[in-house]
């Protein structure tokens, strides 16, 4: 597996009204998935961040233990108008882990063809340096905010708002509060109502 290109495994999840389009790296290897959907691996904390923010409950997207509800998390996903992808096409995988350190990007996304899709999309948010830096080679004419903040980019006549956000990896080494409490300003900016 190690050092084979890798097609990305999910389609990009783009509901009808998406406001907002959350960008990774890339899924992790299929073994740590708990879920057929994104952020499935346990051990990333994105489902509980968004389940501080809304619901008030880090165990809110939860099936048990080990495992996210798939259900839930579209559901969310659809109501609040969040579109879910990654920056990264293809990928070589250096090593057989989730780690961005080890990912060498093939091909990047299409960002045309992806916001030809969601006519409503006002914002771009990226949770890692690895998607920031893919991002930005496949639209140069975009700038890097500071973490927590925002820069404004247009493409084909349109203007977007991109966010660079923490990563939900635990990797990362940020308690989950301060992580949630980063992306509630995201949201608030773009009227995407919560509970916090």
């Known amino acids: 597996m190690d050092g084979q ?3 990305h495994p999910l389609g990009f999840f783009l509901p009808e009204q998406t406001k907002l389009l959350m960008m990774g ?3 992790p290897p299929k073994p740590r998935w708990s879920m057929d959907f994104y952020y499935p691996n346990i051990t ?5 961040i968004l389940g501080l923010i809304f619901y008030g409950n880090r165990d809110y997207f939860l099936a048990d233990k080990k495992a996210f509800n798939k259900e839930k998390t579209v559901a969310f996903c659809r109501e609040k ?3 879910l992808g990654d920056t990264a096409a293809e990928i070589i995988r250096h090593k ?5 350190k080890f ?3 093939v091909k990047p996304f299409d960002p045309v063809a992806i916001m ?5 999309c006002q914002a771009i948010a990226v949770t890692g340096q690895k998607a920031m830096d893919t991002l930005l080679s496949a639209l140069p004419q975009a700038k890097e905010p500071a973490v927590g903040a925002f820069t404004a980019f247009e493409l084909s006549d349109r203007s977007f708002k991109l966010f660079r956000m923490p990563s939900s990896s635990r990797a990362y080494p940020k308690p989950l509060e301060e992580k949630a409490a980063v992306y509630q300003t995201m ?10």
């Open 5 to 7: 290109v890798e097609q």
């Open 25 to 27: 790296s890339f899924p």
């Open 44 to 48: 990333n904390d994105m489902w509980r």
């Open 81 to 83: 108008g969040i579109g």
């Open 96 to 100: 057989g882990n989730a780690s961005d």
């Open 103 to 105: 990912l060498e990007v």
């Open 116 to 120: 030809q899709q969601i006519p409503l």
């Open 187 to 196: 949201f608030e900016e773009l009227h995407i109502h919560s509970i916090m």
